[in-house]
Every structure is written in structure tokens, then in C-alpha cells.
């Protein structure tokens, strides 16, 4: 069993913590995300695993990552992503029963963003693939191996996926940590804050999907998988301390979206539904232009659900994450805007998704039609 790496640094008092998980390759986020929060050489900046993976950029982020590293104080922690690209590098062990599949399936793998970089791109020699690998990024491969598993201070504690104590970290396994799905249901609690990525938080509410950062005070728990690149309406969260021994958590995201000025006031639906991933099984009712009246199998509940969002594995028919959930909206509100049908627009506000069925402003892309300001 490979152990858990545990980092403990000494963090210097008033520098501002930043943490962010879950890039899944997507550079202009990062890079966006950094600007909106000004970030400093002062701040002390945590990468809380998944760099990579899933998105079209990892190589690029794994490189621009490296370069800050040389001039700020950055701390990059292993997530299950990372572990696998890692991996591949190191052992043959999962040749048949992962890469051998995986890599075919997913051009936009790490692994084959390298090979085609270096020119060797192909997945029917995997020896010959590794080696090439080794050869060509002994440097990449060297800073993702130097990714420790966990990082405790004084006050906090940052992995990826999660850990069942905090005691004798060095004895978890490493795997473990770094792919723990469905944390917050496990019932831990802990005596330092335990701040975790992996887990997308909007998989976490059965009602209303919303990719802030969860905190749980009574449990000392901060999920900030904001699921960029793996949703729609995915963000890429920061989480921000004042300080190490400060409690006085605060929040910023990046998701790329147009915005636009909401002009009348709605309520919140009182009653909605998040359909999420691994819970999204439907049954047709009625097919429509944008959306088709749909029967979630697992509540039994009736909604409409965006066409683009349907997908049919044979004859089983599921969603991607969708609601029926009404966003709170005053007049002067800016929105984040995910898509538009002509009964209304699928919003986020404050990383809450939801239906608004009001007047816009002119928005910030084409597709989202103005409605004329009174």
C-alpha cells in the first residue's frame, strides 16, 4: 500500500491563503481566476489536486503551474486526476486495466497532449508510449511526482479527496485520499479546518444546484470543487483566508459565462429538484423544440429538461445536471447566463443555477436576445 505524503510548512502569519482544486486543464480559468483576486508573491497560493485531466489544457497548466511555483509560494497537492497521469509515467501496472482503454477514449489526456507535442502520439504501444514519456517530460514528470498527498498547518488541513481522521495521516492510503467521493456524507467532523476538492459540491443538494463552496462550520469541512470542465454551468472556485488562524472565510469564482442585467423581480420556487450526476435517469413523456417533459426515475418527478441536455445510453434515456429550480431575482441583479429557450434563461447567481422567466438587459454574448430597458 502506497502511504500518504504528509507536508507540513510553517505559514508566515497575515499572509493571505488562497485555495483553488479542481482545474481539470483549463489554463484560461486559472488564469482569469488569479487576475480577479489580484494574485500576490505575498499570498500563499494551495492547489488542492486535479490539476489535470478532463480538459484541453493540462499540459499547458501543468507548465505555467511550474513556472509559478519559481516565484511565488505555491503548493500543489495530488489529486486522483494527477495520480493517474502520474502513474503511467512510473508503472505498466495499470496498462490493461485502465490506459488501455482510458487513452484511446480520451484524446485530451495529458498523456496524449504530450504525444503529440513530442510527436508520438499512439496508444497500441503503451511500453514504447512510457518511454517516450520518461525521455521527452523527465521534468513534469518530476514535479507531479514531488506532489505530497496532504498538506496540514497550525489550523488547516488541505487533501483532495479526504481523510476519516486526522491522526496519523502518514499511516492513510494514499489512493484513498486522493479519490474519496461523497465526503461530506461520511459524517466526519474535525478539530482543524479540512478543506477538499473532487467531489463537485452541486452533487451534494437535492434540490438546487449551486457550485459555491460549501461550509460546514459545526464540521470544520470546505468543499470547493466548483466542477469546472465537468458541467455547463461548472466555476472554478478560490477560497480565501485572511490569514492561517483566521475562520473568516470568503469566496470568488471564475465560469466564463456571459452576464446580463436581470429587470423584474421573481421568487424562489418553493419546491424544485437537482438532478445530478449518477442520479439522472429519465423517462420521456412528451418531446418538445427546447425542452421535453421529462419523468425523473428516482423522485418520480415531472419537469421540463433542456433537449441539448439529454442523452440516451440504448435505451436507457439521462440528463445532464438539471432543475427545475427558480432563482431568486431582484431588479439590478447580475446573472450569469447558461442558456437560453424561449420560455426563459437558465441563470446562476452567487453559483445557485436556476430558471429566471424575466426581462434581460442586453447580455454580454450573442444567443441571449436584450429585452428593451424600461
Request: some cysteine.
Amino acid at each position: 500500500m502506497e502511504r500518504a505524503v504528509v507536508l507540513r510548512p510553517r505559514i508566515p502569519p497575515d499572509r493571505r491563503i488562497v485555495a483553488v482544486s479542481d482545474i481539470h486543464g483549463n489554463l484560461p480559468f486559472f488564469q482569469r481566476l488569479m487576475e480577479q483576486i489580484r494574485l500576490s508573491p505575498e499570498d500563499v497560493l494551495i492547489l488542492d489536486g486535479d490539476l489535470l485531466e478532463k480538459g484541453q489544457q493540462s499540459l499547458e497548466l501543468l507548465r505555467y503551474v511550474m513556472t509559478l511555483s519559481r516565484t511565488y509560494t505555491l503548493y500543489p497537492l495530488c489529486g486522483n486526476c494527477d495520480g493517474l497521469v502520474l502513474r503511467f509515467f512510473l508503472s505498466d501496472e495499470l496498462d490493461e486495466r485502465f490506459f488501455s482503454f482510458y487513452l484511446p477514449q480520451h484524446p485530451e489526456s495529458t498523456l496524449r497532449q504530450m504525444a503529440r507535442e513530442g510527436g508520438f502520439d499512439q496508444t497500441e504501444d503503451l511500453p514504447r508510449l512510457r518511454a517516450e514519456l520518461n525521455r521527452r517530460y523527465p521534468a513534469e514528470r518530476d514535479f507531479l511526482a514531488a506532489m505530497p498527498t496532504i498538506l496540514e498547518t497550525e489550523h488547516l488541513v488541505f487533501v483532495h479527496g479526504g481523510v476519516p481522521s486526522l491522526d496519523h495521516m502518514e499511516e492513510l492510503e494514499r489512493w484513498g485520499c486522493m479519490k474519496n467521493d461523497d465526503f461530506l456524507d461520511q459524517g466526519h467532523a474535525f478539530r482543524k479546518w479540512v478543506v477538499v476538492g473532487h467531489w463537485p459540491v452541486t452533487l451534494y443538494d437535492p434540490a438546487v444546484p449551486n457550485a459555491a463552496p460549501l461550509l460546514l462550520r459545526d464540521r470544520r469541512i470546505a468543499s470547493i470543487d466548483g466542477g469546472c470542465v465537468l458541467k455547463a454551468d461548472g466555476q472554478l472556485n478560490a477560497l480565501l483566508l485572511p490569514r492561517e488562524d483566521s475562520e473568516d472565510f470568503s469566496w470568488t469564482a471564475w465560469d466564463g459565462l456571459p452576464t446580463a442585467v436581470a429587470l423584474d423581480q421573481q421568487d424562489a420556487s418553493q419546491d424544485s429538484v437537482n438532478i445530478r450526476w449518477g442520479r439522472s435517469a429519465l423517462e420521456l413523456l412528451e418531446p418538445g423544440e427546447e425542452l421535453s417533459l421529462c419523468r425523473h426515475l428516482e423522485t418520480g418527478r415531472v419537469l421540463p429538461v433542456l433537449n441539448a441536455y439529454l442523452r440516451r445510453d440504448g435505451s436507457k434515456l439521462w440528463c445532464e445536471d438539471s432543475t427545475d429550480y427558480a432563482l431568486p431575482v431582484s431588479p439590478g441583479d447580475r446573472l450569469t447566463l447558461v442558456f437560453p429557450t424561449k420560455q426563459g434563461v437558465l441563470c446562476k447567481k452567487n453559483g445557485a443555477t436556476g430558471w429566471y422567466y424575466g426581462r434581460l438587459s442586453a447580455s454580454t454574448a450573442p444567443g441571449f436576445p436584450p429585452a428593451p430597458v424600461p
